[in-house]
Each structure stands twice: as structure tokens, then as C-alpha cells.
């Protein structure tokens, strides 16, 4: 098992734009999650889905955000019309249910917005 | 979910425990205390969690007050891959999201 994977690892986009990142949870995995960090501070929760139902959003992802997790497997963050306050690292985590208590994270996806 | 505060920075020496503190005083009967790091560029990692009793893996090992309002965790032979941002989070045991504060930036030195 080679963990969660996270692609692009970076991407630079110009105001306006949208971008879409994607999200491979580690398999048998039902729960996906997403989470943004800027710069000194902890990641803040976005979004998690179990299988492919998306379960909580965070009032943080406003409704220029979208997430899909389609057949329960990868899952993508689209961003419209991207603002230079979208600027951070985006992280997905997965986890099993059954467990509920440890999430695993990726590498996460640095998008700057210029 | 309960609130908890962590001092934002500690230095330790290579081979010595490091001992990081948590407060989180307003910690209910449900909820757990876990711990994540960060090492610089990296996605946060888990490193253990408990209930009221003590725990220890392979990592580390997690002390909880009795009165559950505070915890320390304790790496017992800190090496230089330990820098890192260790964070204290305290979540219901079945819920979805981790709440992360700022964390503790520890600093191990040779």
C-alpha cells in the first residue's frame, strides 16, 4: 500500500482560474477528507465524504468550491474562478470507519494563485 | 469539540525525552485526546490517542491527567527527524474532523 496520493503536488494559476486536484485515498478506505492550510497555521477541515455520500462541509468551502468522490474511490476539489485568498496548501486524509480514530494524510497540493 | 492550548515552540536535545504539553481543561466525557505531527512539507502524521488511561506505541507515549483536563506527550529518545509541529487535538471518538489549533514547533538539536 503505498498511502494517500495527491496530484498535482503543485500548481500555480492565475486569478480566475479553475483548477482541480485529486485526491487517491488508500484502499478499502471509506472515508475521504479534505482539509486547506495557510501558511503557519493547522490545517482547517473542509470536507469528508463516506463511500461516495458527502457526509459534512465546512462553511469554509464556499460555493465556488466543489468535491466529488465518485464510486467511493478517488475524490477532486474543483475551485472556480480562483481568488489570491485560495493560496495554501490543500491536504486529503482517508480513513476506515470501522476504526474511525486515525486519518492519513497526503502530501498535499500547493496551489498558488498569482 | 473542546478547545486546547499548547505552548508554540520547545527545544530538546538529541537522545533526551521531549515532553510536550497540552491543556484542555473543558474536555468532555466522550472525547478523546489525540495527537498528529507535521514534519516540514508534509502531510500531518498520527501519533497516538487515548481516553483517560495512559497509552504508548512505538512513537510515543501519552500521559493523561487524571482529571483529563490536561496531557503531556513524551518521545523518549528524540532524534533530529522529530522536528516537526506536534499537534493536541481533542475529538469525539466516532467523529468526522480533526480540529487543529496552531500547534507546538518542536525543535530538536544535536
Known amino acids: 500500500d503505498t498511502g494517500v496520493s495527491q496530484d498535482p503536488r503543485h500548481k500555480i494559476t492565475k486569478r480566475g482560474q479553475n483548477v482541480t486536484f485529486r485526491c487517491d485515498p488508500i484502499?478499502?478506505?471509506?472515508?475521504l477528507y479534505w482539509y486547506r492550510q495557510t501558511l503557519g497555521q493547522g490545517p482547517e477541515f473542509l470536507t469528508y465524504?463516506?463511500?461516495?455520500?458527502?457526509?459534512?462541509k465546512s462553511r469554509l468551502l464556499s460555493d465556488r468550491f466543489s468535491a466529488e468522490r465518485p464510486k467511493g474511490s478517488f475524490s477532486t476539489l474543483e475551485i472556480q474562478r480562483t481568488e489570491q485568498g485560495d493560496s495554501a496548501m490543500y491536504l486529503c486524509?482517508?480513513?476506515?470507519?470501522?476504526?474511525?480514530?486515525?486519518?492519513?494524510f497526503g502530501p498535499g497540493t500547493r496551489l498558488t494563485v498569482t | 469539540d473542546a478547545k486546547t492550548t499548547q505552548p508554540p515552540s520547545m527545544d530538546c536535545a538529541e537522545g533526551r525525552a521531549a515532553n510536550l504539553p497540552c491543556n484542555h481543561s473543558?474536555?468532555?466525557?466522550?472525547?478523546?485526546v489525540y495527537w498528529y505531527r507535521q514534519i516540514h512539507s508534509q502531510g500531518p502524521q498520527y501519533i497516538i490517542h487515548?481516553?483517560?488511561n495512559n497509552e504508548t506505541n512505538e512513537m510515543a507515549s501519552l500521559i493523561i491527567t487524571e482529571d483529563r483536563k490536561s496531557s503531556t506527550l513524551i518521545l523518549p529518545h528524540a532524534t533530529l527527524r522529530d522536528t516537526a509541529v506536534y499537534y493536541c487535538?481533542?475529538?469525539?471518538?466516532?467523529?468526522?474532523?480533526?480540529?487543529f489549533g496552531t500547534g507546538t514547533r518542536l525543535q530538536v538539536t544535536l
Open positions: 486524509a482517508s480513513s476506515l470507519s470501522l476504526q474511525g480514530y486515525e486519518q492519513y
Open positions: 484502499s478499502e478506505h471509506n472515508r
Open positions: 465524504f463516506q463511500n461516495e455520500a458527502q457526509l459534512e
Open positions: 473543558t474536555i468532555s466525557g466522550n472525547e478523546y
Open positions: 487515548g481516553l483517560k
Open positions: 487535538i481533542v475529538r469525539v471518538g466516532t467523529a468526522s474532523k480533526l480540529t
